[in-house]
């Protein structure tokens, strides 16, 4: 039976955590990247679909290649940051679903229904880039994720070879530069975006 983390616990993943804008010019590992994704694949995804794909810009070439693709505030922040992954999404995940959730045939769920395929990507492709984030919190790194970048170029730019594949969103990743956050934005109490029926 699973009990309460300790506080320390919930401040590491949630209350204490930030995003963070820069990094520490403190390498993160191939061991680390591998320690994360160890975790992520562990959350639970439709069907165990796991569609997420995520490319990890670990090069000055691939950095520099995805900072030509994103707003010029966000290019800065990927150029100067250890890693950026691209969180992306296969459109046909169904493919491997013969072997990922063979307890059904969830494939014919997929195959010829395009709108619920793409729909299930993008949800369960964001619910892994969520496990992203609070997995590298968890084994003591920091993000920076964000939009502004031109998915289509990305696209292009890092799966032509597979056109399937989607870009969702991005995220830095280090060890946070304190001094590169400000104060954090308002978040809400339960009665105001709450309810119980």
Not at 81 to 107: C, G, K, N, S, W
Not at 151 to 159: I, K, L, M, Q, Y
Request: charged share 20%; hydrophobic share 45%; aromatic share 12%.
């Amino acid at each position: 039976m699973s009990e309460p983390l300790p506080d320390s616990a919930l401040d590491q993943l949630f209350r204490a955590a930030r995003t963070y804008n820069g990094f520490l010019e403190k390498p993160v590992s191939e061991d680390q990247l591998r320690a994360i994704w160890d975790l992520v694949k562990y959350g639970p995804t439709s069907a165990n679909a796991l569609p997420a794909r995520i490319v990890w810009c670990v090069s000055v070439q691939a950095k520099e290649k995805l900072a030509a693709l994103a707003m010029p505030a966000n290019a800065e922040k990927i150029l100067k940051a250890p890693v950026t992954a691209i969180i992306a999404m296969d459109t046909e995940f169904y493919e491997h679903l013969p072997e990922l959730f063979p307890h059904t045939d969830a494939r014919s769920w997929f195959v010829g229904n395009e709108a619920l395929a793409q729909t299930t990507a993008f949800r369960n492709s964001s619910l892994q880039g969520a496990y992203f984030i609070l997995a590298a919190r968890a084994l003591g790194l920091d993000t920076g994720p964000m939009s502004g970048f031109n998915n289509e170029a990305v696209d292009a730019a890092f799966f032509a070879d597979t056109p399937k594949v989607k870009s969702n969103f991005i995220s830095t990743l280090g060890y946070g530069d304190p001094a590169s956050i400000f104060e954090r934005s308002p978040r809400p109490d339960f009665e105001r975006f709450n309810r119980i029926a």
